[in-house]
Each structure stands twice: as C-alpha cells, then as structure tokens.
C-alpha cells in the first residue's frame, strides 16, 4: 500500500472510532453516517481489485442464498434454534446433497448470514433469523424471477434501442420487463396465484426494521386529528390509494385508536374489491404508489385523486424523496427497479414539486425523521 493509501486509510478509521465513541456514548449517530465511514474504511483497506472483484461475484451470493432459502436449509437452521446441524444432518431434513449445501454455505458464513462451527457444520444467527420471517424471503424470490432475468438482458435491450426509460405505447415502445415476459407485472401475476401471494407477503414488511412507518414520520396524531370527523359518517378520514390489503391503514388506526374517522382502502381489484374515490375525505395518502408510474401516468391518477379532495383535504405520499447530491444507495437501486419494472422513477423534491405543481396542488411539507432518504410529502388543493 503507498503511503498516501495509508493515511487515508489511517484517517478514515479515526473516523469510524470517533464516531463509535460517540454512539457508545449515547451520542445520537446517523446509523447512514456510521454505514458510510465504515463501507469508506473498506474500501480503503480492499483496493480497487478486491473491491471490483468482490462486486462482481455478487450474483453467486445470491444464487447460493436462494438455494438455502428454497431448500429448506434456512428453515432448518433457524428452527434448531442456534445449536449446530452438519451438511449431512441438513441433508436428512431437506433432500439438499451435502456437499451442494458445503459448497453454497462456505459463501454465505463468509458473508455472515450463517455462522460457520467446524467442518460442514453451522449455526443460524439474528441474520438467517430475520431472513426466516414471513415475507423476507418472499423478497428475494421476486428479485430472483423479475429483477435477474431484466438486468442479464439490458445492455442487449439499450443497444437495440428497445430500452427507453419512459415508453410511448402508441408507437411500440415497451418497458424492460414487457421486453424480458412479453407481459406485464401486474397481469404475469394474475395468471400466477403463487407470485401474487409472494408479492402481497413481501409488500408489508419490506421495511420493516429500517424505518418507522409513516404516521410516526408524519405527526398524523396532531396533524389528522380533526374535530367533526365521527366513525361511521362520510366523509372518510383517510383514503390509502393503491393500498395492497390494507396493511398501512390498519396500523395507522392500530396506533392512533383515539383519532376518529373511517380508513378506505382502494387497490385494483385482484387485490381488492377496488372502490370508487370517496371525496373530503381528510387525507389521501400514497405510498409507494406513484413511483411505479411516470409522470404522465402519474398525472392522470393524480388528477382523479385531485378532484375527490376538497380544500381541506391533504395528499400525503410516502416515497423516496431524493436529495439531488449524496443519495443513500438504496434510492438509487430501488430507481433503477422502478425503470426495470414499470417504467417508474423515484424523484428528488425538485421533481415531486413539479408533478404535484401540474395537476394544482401545493406541497406543504415534506417530513423526515432522521437523515436523507424516504419522507413523507405533504400537499394541499392551489
Ligand atoms: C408497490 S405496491 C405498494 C403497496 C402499498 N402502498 C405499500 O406501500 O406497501 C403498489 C400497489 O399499487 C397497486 N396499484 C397498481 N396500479 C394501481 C392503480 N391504477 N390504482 C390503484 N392501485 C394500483 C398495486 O396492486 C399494489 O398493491
């Protein structure tokens, strides 16, 4: 290593030491400032060819992780509750060959989803246990079936000129994921009862963990408590458009039992038995919902949503609202599965303001809790 590569190295870890130092010490750290230092540390101590090398063998991590996952091998560990099983005892259980699961599980100890005990042998730990609840390997499922295929195919897709970020249906343009299935998301999963089922597990808790939901971001409590609004009467409280199963709506009036005023819950109908917009209601709230759509689309189920609202009613969209230098990478890798998906985007504020400024609504606020990243926007009728 040069002397120079030395001292940044050096200087990089006073960082994460005094930062560390002050988390012991109750000291409120940005858990994304600590991730930095420390993922800048590594990469200092790495170099270059560690660090590309060890990107470009990530796709074997995620072979190996999905054999584990759907042999039953996590299962497994995680139901033998921290004691050690061996390849061979894991064999008996699952039908994987023992030396298939040495061979996917000297990968994946090594990237400490497991612990290693002895030769052939392993443990679960609070990692393979967090993989193991409902819903999370769900998640890796529908990466596996959408988001593989679409990336092994995209630079054949651009060079062809097939890949255009917001198609023109009209003049034969598709979306990466049409080119890939010659089909759509949402229609692939009405002819695949086993795939809706995965993606409706997986919608509920794909953030659980890394952030609080959005009515503790929003001060909902103080902000929807109104005056007048009495269970069962019209209008509703809150109207979650593109709801999935109700999930978001249940938690808000699970935490908040005191705020009165009905939840209305529209999805398509496969989901739900989808209903017509109620209007007032006090808030309309979006989540995850327009960033499956550009701007055009966006606009037209805006505009509907913009003539049930009366000037007291708020649009409250909980989504990735992107900072335009320094995005944490998630917003950048959840973008770019949009585009690979649904011709979607997630949007910086610069951009939400100019959708929200076409369709005659003013945003209000957008509320954070901690650090750059998802927040809640808050807009008003003009
Ligand atoms: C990414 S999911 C988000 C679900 C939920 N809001 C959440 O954040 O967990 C998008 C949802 O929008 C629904 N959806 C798609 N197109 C829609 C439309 N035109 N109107 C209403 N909902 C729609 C889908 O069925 C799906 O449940």
């Known amino acids: 290593m040069e002397q120079t590569d030395q001292d940044s190295v050096l200087s990089l870890a006073n960082k994460v030491s005094g930062l560390a130092e002050l988390q012991s010490s109750h000291n409120l750290v940005q858990q994304e400032e600590f991730i930095k230092a420390i993922q800048r540390l590594q990469i200092a101590v790495e170099g270059p060819a560690h660090y590309v090398a060890r990107k470009r063998h990530e796709p074997m991590e995620y072979a190996a992780t999905l054999l584990i996952i759907d042999s039953g091998v996590l299962q497994a560990l995680v139901e033998n509750g921290r004691k050690p099983l061996s390849a061979q005892e894991l064999a008996k259980k699952t039908k994987m060959e023992p030396l298939l699961i040495t061979r996917c599980m000297r990968i994946l100890t090594a990237i400490a989803l497991f612990d290693e005990v002895g030769s052939s042998t392993y443990k679960s730990n609070e990692i393979s246990e967090w993989l193991a609840r409902p819903g999370q390997a769900d998640g890796y499922r529908l990466i596996a079936r959408w988001i593989l295929p679409i990336s ?10 097939q890949f255009t970020q917001f198609p023109d249906e009209s003049k034969g343009e598709r979306n990466p994921f049409i080119w ?4 759509t998301q949402w229609e692939m999963m009405r ?22 939901p959005w009515h503790e971001i929003y001060p909902a409590a103080t902000e ?6 009495s269970e069962p009467h019209e209008p509703p409280l809150l109207v979650d458009v593109g709801g999935n199963t109700g999930y978001d709506a249940a938690s808000f009036k699970g935490k908040n039992p005191h705020i009165k005023g009905r939840c209305v819950v529209q999805d398509l109908p496969e989901t739900l038995a989808s209903s017509v917009a109620p209007e007032a209601a ?14 055009a689309e966006s606009r037209r189920l805006l505009s509907n949503t913009v003539k049930a609202m009366s000037p007291e009613s708020s649009l409250l969209i909980d989504d990735w609202v992107l900072p335009d230098v320094g995005a944490p990478v998630a917003g950048g890798t959840y973008d770019l599965m949009m585009l690979m998906l649904l011709s979607g985007m997630e949007r910086s504020e610069s951009q939400w303001k100019d959708l929200l400024n076409s369709v005659g609504l003013e945003v209000k606020k957008v509320w954070r809790k901690d650090g750059v990243g998802e927040g809640v926007i808050e807009a008003k009728k003009r």
């Open 282 to 295: 006090r808030a309309y709230f979006m989540k995850a919902l327009l960033h499956d759509f550009d701007d």
């Open 224 to 229: 929807l408590d109104v005056k007048g609004f």
């Open 152 to 161: 092994s195919r995209i630079v054949s897709l651009w060079e062809n000129n």
């Open 191 to 212: 002819q695949d009862p086993e795939l809706k089922r995965a993606f409706d597990s997986y919608m509920p808790i794909r953030r659980n963990g890394l952030r609080v």
């Open 180 to 183: 890939t299935f010659s089909t």
